[in-house]
Nanobody, 124 residues
Framework: QVQLVESGGGLVQAGGSLRLSCQVSGGTISSYLMAWFRQAPGKDREFVAAVSWIGGSTIEADSVKGRFTISRDGAKNTLYLQMNRLKPEDTAVYYC?????????????????WGQGTLVTVSS
């Protein structure tokens, strides 16, 4: 059973940067599609970005394209989300997830594991 632990959240001013990390353990990591999601106060959880552990192909939501970069380090079993030019509307709890090719749907069949979340607050 894969386990995920996020870190790196915090308070940052608009225009600043943060890098989130997600330590991955257990399971067959290479078989997973890894993703970041976020949930702002009072809103539904939404997809941010995903990466294939093997091959490294990525996809990002339009709202973060050009500002956020998802990557992984196989040697460290760690998933990253580099967030640049942050905006107040990026304020949310960010979750990493491991799953299959339909992970963006966030359905029970698509996601095998969720992390506990890390809070990112962007002040204006």
């Amino acid at each position: 059973q894969v386990q995920l632990v996020e870190s790196g959240g915090g308070l940052v001013q608009a225009g600043g940067s943060l890098r989130l990390s997600c330590q991955v353990s257990g399971g067959t990591i290479s078989s997973y599609l890894m993703a970041w999601f976020r949930q702002a106060p009072g809103k539904d959880r939404e997809f941010v970005a995903a990466v294939s552990w093997i091959g490294g192909s990525t996809i990002e939501a339009d709202s973060v394209k050009g500002r956020f970069t998802i990557s992984r380090d196989g040697a460290k079993n760690t998933l990253y989300l580099q967030m640049n030019r942050l905006k107040p509307e990026d304020t949310a709890v960010y979750y990493c997830a491991a799953g299959g090719p339909t992970i963006q749907t966030m359905s029970d069949d698509a996601v095998d594991a969720w992390g506990q979340g890390t809070l990112v607050t962007v002040s204006s």
